[in-house]
């Protein structure tokens, strides 16, 4: 069986053009914004994510498609999380003995809300494989040549890391409450771009996830938005609040912090990082920093990295077998 998770093209983290030079944060106080978090903020973060409600509301199954008969159906599940409507995919074998889960995040595109899945498979498939929404984003995924596309799920799409981050661990209990064969002892995640940084994210919250896999991907945001206060992805995400006088800068500044896995590398279970050697809108070298800090933790077997020669954030998922084998023989571990 072969599961095909192409990094989607358009789902691009940041500007690839060039922008306008100005100083969007004339007025507000970059040094105290930007400034490295200290030991009391890391841990106002974490106490803000063990003091959030991730349980889902109104869960139910939207739609069953038959796959192959009676072994094999692709459900669209909706649920509700603080009032949020979301929704998110998932393919379930017939099988009563306990399965684990795999959970793909998508990326970001600034212009394209919608998340495109393309999955080429057999009837004999040993895990559930789960795609969540995220909200404000529309999920339309290709099984075997036929298109399956969910509602949009409600929400903007500004919160795009740490919310999402909230959205992916309600996907998951969701998932749980209406396949009673998904074993949540053993739960992996894999991300492109932006869902690299939810999948890592994700790990180092719910300890339910014990193997993540990041392609291409941001590991911190705070040093990210702090380059790039141009980029317009980078406000619509970190920034616009602040400078409209909507959001205040500790608010925005542990957003950005909650955002960052380079912070919190202590609660990360095994973990890839694959990047592109001529990535130039998520480049290696923050990864290669995260995965030295990881090595002189004495955490050196929690992390692998691996760099791709002529490799950018365009086509490192695309014709890349050695990519695919290292992430599926490595998720293939539960």
């Known amino acids: 069986m072969h599961l095909y998770n192409f990094l989607q093209l358009s789902a691009l ?29 890391l841990e106002a973060v974490r106490a803000s994510w063990q003091s959030r409600q991730l349980t889902p509301v109104d869960v139910r199954i939207e739609s069953t498609h038959e796959i192959f008969k009676d072994r094999l159906y692709y459900k669209i599940v909706s649920f509700r999380l603080q009032g949020i409507k979301q929704y998110v995919g998932a393919l379930v074998p017939v099988t009563t003995s306990p399965l684990p889960v795999r959970m793909s995040v998508y990326g970001f595109s600034l212009t394209d809300p919608v998340i495109h899945e393309a999955v080429q498979t057999n009837d004999n498939v040993p895990f559930i494989y789960a795609l ?24 903007t799409r500004n919160d795009a890391f740490d919310a999402a981050t909230d959205d992916a661990i309600a996907s998951l209990n969701a998932l749980l409450t209406i396949a009673p064969q998904a074993d949540a002892s053993r739960v992996g995640v894999r991300g492109g771009s932006r869902g690299g940084t939810v999948a890592l994210l994700m790990a180092i919250r719910d300890k339910r996830v ?125």
């Open 210 to 334: 014990k193997l993540a896999a990041g392609v291409a991907f941001p590991v911190d945001l705070l040093a990210g938005t702090s380059t790039h206060q141009n980029d317009p992805t980078y406000r619509f995400q970190f920034l616009d609040a602040l400078i409209n006088g909507s959001e205040t800068l500790p608010v925005a500044r542990q957003r950005l912090i909650a955002s960052s896995p380079t912070f919190f590398y202590q609660s990360l279970p095994p973990t890839q990082m694959h990047f592109g050697e001529k990535d130039d809108i998520t480049p290696p070298q923050p990864a290669v920093i995260l995965f030295d800090k990881m090595k002189a933790a004495g955490m050196g077997a929690n992390i692998s990295y691996f760099e791709y020669s002529n490799r950018d954030h365009y086509n490192i998922g695309i014709d890349n077998p050695e990519l695919q084998t290292r992430i599926n023989t490595f998720l293939d571990q539960l």
């Open 132 to 155: 969540p929404s995220l909200r404000g984003q529309t999920l339309s995924v290709n099984i075997n040549g036929v298109e399956y596309k969910a509602p949009a799920s409600e929400g």
């Open 13 to 41: 983290l940041f500007c690839a053009v060039a922008c306008k030079k100005e100083d969007p944060l004339k007025n507000i106080d970059k040094k105290a914004l930007f400034a490295t978090p200290t030991s009391a903020e």
